[in-house]
């Protein structure tokens, strides 16, 4: 989350951790265990302003803050369409089976047991093919170069 907000991994990270730091010093006034999350996320909250504060003691935080982020540069965006195309061809040259489990567990991010009911299979088996989906992934966008075609499980046997 913090990631999203600043568009900075280092200060992302070093806010997550004082955010961390302050939550664990702090723990002991959360009454109500539900609520962790959003009590997490607002003090996360409060190290973002507080970071502005920092950089901006005699700032309006409030003005600062709804100043747009920038945007990627138009190479940062065709990199990310292209990454983004590649995996899309290297998925669709798996078996269904794998093809299936690795779009419900990796890019819809439902649990094993989930994507196991809604396939009307084992968990195990959901386990094992997105293993061999992940690894099949691995070999094929490490193979294929940005300007060269994704090689099909055909082109592939005795693999």
Aim: glycine share 4%.
């Amino acid at each position: 989350m913090a990631y999203a907000w600043c568009h900075d991994a280092c200060l992302a990270d070093d806010l997550a951790q004082e955010a961390l730091i302050k939550g664990l010093k702090s723990a002991n006034q959360l009454k109500d265990e539900s609520v962790l999350e959003a009590w997490l996320f607002s003090i996360l909250n409060n190290c973002w302003r507080d970071h502005f504060r920092r950089l901006h003691p005699q700032a309006d935080i409030e003005e600062i803050m709804e100043l747009p982020a920038d945007g990627p540069s138009p190479e940062q965006h065709h990199l990310e369409s292209e990454l983004i195309r590649r995996v899309r061809r290297a998925v669709a040259v798996l078996p269904l089976g794998q093809r299936q489990v690795v779009t419900l567990v990796d890019l819809e991010e439902m649990s094993y047991g989930a994507a196991a009911q809604a396939l009307g299979i084992p968990v195990g088996t959901v386990m094992s093919r997105l293993s061999r989906a992940r690894v099949a992934l691995r070999d094929l966008l490490h193979e294929a170069p940005a300007s060269v075609h994704v090689l099909t499980p055909k082109s592939r046997s005795g693999q």
